[in-house]
Protein backbone atom coordinates (compact mmCIF):
# COMPACT_ATOMS: atom_id res chain seq x y z
CA UNK A 1 0.00 0.00 0.00
CA UNK A 2 2.87 2.40 0.36
CA UNK A 3 3.37 2.86 -3.43
CA UNK A 4 -0.16 3.28 -3.96
CA UNK A 5 -1.38 7.41 -3.59
CA UNK A 6 -5.07 7.86 -3.07
CA UNK A 7 -7.16 9.92 -4.72
CA UNK A 8 -9.20 12.13 -2.47
CA UNK A 9 -11.02 16.17 -1.81
CA UNK A 10 -9.70 15.86 1.56
CA UNK A 11 -6.03 16.08 2.95
CA UNK A 12 -4.29 13.85 5.72
CA UNK A 13 -5.98 15.79 8.44
CA UNK A 14 -9.23 15.83 6.55
CA UNK A 15 -9.63 19.13 5.80
CA UNK A 16 -11.43 20.00 2.82
CA UNK A 17 -8.99 20.62 -0.03
CA UNK A 18 -9.23 23.71 -2.63
CA UNK A 19 -10.12 21.57 -5.12
CA UNK A 20 -13.52 20.14 -3.07
CA UNK A 21 -14.27 23.99 -1.71
CA UNK A 22 -14.39 25.15 -5.69
CA UNK A 23 -16.76 22.33 -6.62
CA UNK A 24 -19.30 22.90 -3.74
CA UNK A 25 -19.19 26.83 -4.56
CA UNK A 26 -22.13 27.08 -6.70
CA UNK A 27 -23.82 24.15 -4.80
CA UNK A 28 -23.86 26.04 -1.19
CA UNK A 29 -26.63 28.78 -1.31
CA UNK A 30 -28.98 26.85 -3.24
CA UNK A 31 -28.58 23.63 -0.68
CA UNK A 32 -28.91 26.01 1.93
CA UNK A 33 -32.08 27.62 0.89
CA UNK A 34 -33.43 24.00 0.34
CA UNK A 35 -32.29 23.29 3.60
CA UNK A 36 -33.62 25.65 5.02
CA UNK A 37 -37.27 25.82 3.55
CA UNK A 38 -37.49 21.83 4.13
CA UNK A 39 -36.73 22.58 7.86
CA UNK A 40 -39.98 25.26 7.77
CA UNK A 41 -42.08 23.18 6.58
CA UNK A 42 -41.29 20.43 8.97
CA UNK A 43 -41.67 22.91 11.91
CA UNK A 44 -44.89 24.39 10.48
CA UNK A 45 -46.50 21.18 9.98
CA UNK A 46 -45.35 20.17 13.45
CA UNK A 47 -46.46 23.42 15.28
CA UNK A 48 -49.99 23.45 13.06
CA UNK A 49 -50.35 19.42 14.69
CA UNK A 50 -50.02 20.93 18.21
CA UNK A 51 -52.53 23.82 17.50
CA UNK A 52 -55.60 21.41 16.31
CA UNK A 53 -54.99 18.67 19.16
CA UNK A 54 -54.94 21.28 21.57
CA UNK A 55 -58.10 22.96 20.13
CA UNK A 56 -59.87 18.93 20.97
CA UNK A 57 -61.97 19.45 23.73
CA UNK A 58 -62.46 15.32 23.65
CA UNK A 59 -66.34 15.50 24.42
CA UNK A 60 -66.53 12.63 22.82
CA UNK A 61 -64.42 10.30 25.35
CA UNK A 62 -66.21 8.47 27.41
CA UNK A 63 -64.79 9.59 31.17
CA UNK A 64 -66.08 6.71 34.26
CA UNK A 65 -67.13 8.24 37.42
CA UNK A 66 -65.74 6.07 39.61
CA UNK A 67 -62.72 4.11 38.95
CA UNK A 68 -62.83 0.43 38.29
CA UNK A 69 -61.56 -1.82 41.56
CA UNK A 70 -59.72 -4.49 40.44
CA UNK A 71 -61.63 -7.72 42.54
CA UNK A 72 -62.67 -10.46 40.69
CA UNK A 73 -66.24 -9.57 41.31
CA UNK A 74 -65.72 -6.62 39.49
CA UNK A 75 -64.02 -7.88 36.58
CA UNK A 76 -66.60 -10.77 35.91
CA UNK A 77 -68.98 -7.81 35.95
CA UNK A 78 -67.50 -6.27 34.17
CA UNK A 79 -67.13 -8.62 31.33
CA UNK A 80 -70.76 -9.73 31.64
CA UNK A 81 -71.54 -6.34 30.04
Known amino acids: MAGIQRSSYYDRSHRQSPALIRARRPYLVKNAILGASISAF ?27 TNTPSAITQAAKK
Open 42 to 68: AIGVYIYTLNVVGQDEFEDVKVPDAPM
